[in-house]
Each structure stands twice: as C-alpha cells, then as structure tokens.
C-alpha cells in the first residue's frame, strides 16, 4: 500500500517563476493538506482540500494556490516566487473530516528559489 | 486560539538513558495531540495521538505521552534511548474540536540527539 506520494522530490526555480508541486494520497484518503515547513521551523498549513474544493486555508498569501481532482490527487501552485518561499512542501491525507483521523505526510518536495 | 510550545530545542542524552520531550499546549477546548517524528530528509512520522480517551498514550517505538490538563502538558517520553531515536520531534495540537478535520498546529521542533 503506497503512502502519500509528491513529486519532485528537489528542484530549483528564480524568483518570480512559478512552481507546481503534486501529490498522490494515502489510498483510500480523500482529505488532502498542504504544508510549508522552512529550514529549522516547525510546518505551517497552508491550506487544505476535500471533494475537490479549498476547505481551509493558513495564513498565505493568494500566490499560493491548489486543486484537488476526481481521484484526490492535488496540485499545489506558487507563482511569482520570492527567495522566502524556499522550503520543504509537505503533502498530508486522511480520511474523511473527523479530527482524530489519522494524517499521513508524503517526504516533501524541496523548493529552492535563487 | 491554539498553540503549543516546545520547552526545548535541543535534548542530548546517552544511549539506554530515559527520553522526556517537553511540550505545553493552550486550547479553548478539549484538544486533539499528537507527537511526530522526522528523521533527516524523510517525511514527518505519527509517533502517537491523544483524542480525549486515555491520558496516557503509547505510541510506536516504545514512546508515549501523557496528557495532563491541569498542567495543559503532554510530554513525550522512552524508557531507553536507541541510537535510531536521533531526530527531530513535534508537538502537535490540531485546530479544531468536535467532528470537522483541523488543520495542524506545530510547536517549533525538539532535536533529540543521542550520544553512544
């Protein structure tokens, strides 16, 4: 059974491009988050999808976007990359909406902005 | 609002020596804990959760918590450490009380390093 799965693992970008990140859930999970974990800090929730629309959303800025789609894969958008949003993507499913499910996270993507 | 706080940032101790991670909460209503652990360049891994059952919690690894709510504390302990314990912790509350999926609130991370 394959865990949450994100793609790239690394990669690098200028400031100003834009970024998408992917993830595949846990199987089964249809509740995907997203979290920006920068170097020594703990992660923060960016924002979080289920059947395919924004539930909640941290305290990020617009340039940060996502998408769910049918098979509960999401897509995490960043664009007009500033050298500040150098970090570790973290994906996280789950089933359903009940707070004491389970969360699993994916290994991240590394994002580096030069 | 919800937070916690991680009373270190770093703890060393020595192999076969006890483990205690110290991590305090604050919350408007009967919270949803959790410790994850995150080795170097892998993902975060659920080490145990409390959800308003039992105060003391076992987690994977031979770790477990204990909730405390006269202390708003919910520290994390092993008897004995293993070389393999070495990484980062968090503590863990979620957002949000009752049936709807909160998001995660993170305390700023405890490096365990653990010396031979």
């Known amino acids: 059974d394959a865990g949450v799965t994100q793609s790239p693992t690394h990669l690098i970008k200028t400031r100003g491009q834009q970024v998408t990140l992917r993830c595949s859930p846990k199987s089964g999970h249809d509740t995907v988050s997203w979290y920006q974990q920068a170097l020594g800090q703990g992660p923060q929730f960016i924002f979080q999808y289920y059947e395919e629309e924004e539930r909640q959303r941290g305290n990020f800025p617009d340039r940060f976007s996502g998408h769910q789609f049918p098979n509960y894969s999401s897509e995490l958008n960043v664009n007009a990359l500033l050298l500040g949003d150098s970090a570790l993507y973290l994906c996280a499913s789950s089933f359903g909406q009940g707070s004491g499910n389970t969360i699993y996270f994916g290994e991240g993507s590394w994002l580096t902005v030069v | 609002a919800q937070s916690v706080t991680q009373l270190d940032s770093h703890v060393s101790v020595s192999e076969g020596t006890p483990v205690l991670l110290r991590c305090n909460y604050s919350s408007s209503y009967s919270p949803s804990l959790f410790w994850y652990v995150q080795h170097p360049n892998k993902g975060l891994q659920l080490l145990l959760k409390y959800t308003s059952a039992a105060t003391l919690v076992k987690g994977i690894n031979g770790f477990e918590a204990e909730f405390k709510k006269s202390e708003t504390s919910f520290h994390l302990t092993k008897p004995s450490a293993h070389m393999s314990d070495a990484a980062e912790y968090f503590c863990?509350?979620?957002?949000?009380?009752?049936?709807?999926?909160?998001?995660?609130?993170f305390g700023k991370g405890t490096k365990l390093s653990v010396k031979p």
């Open positions: 863990v509350v979620s957002d949000q009380d009752g049936g709807s999926q909160g998001n995660l609130i």
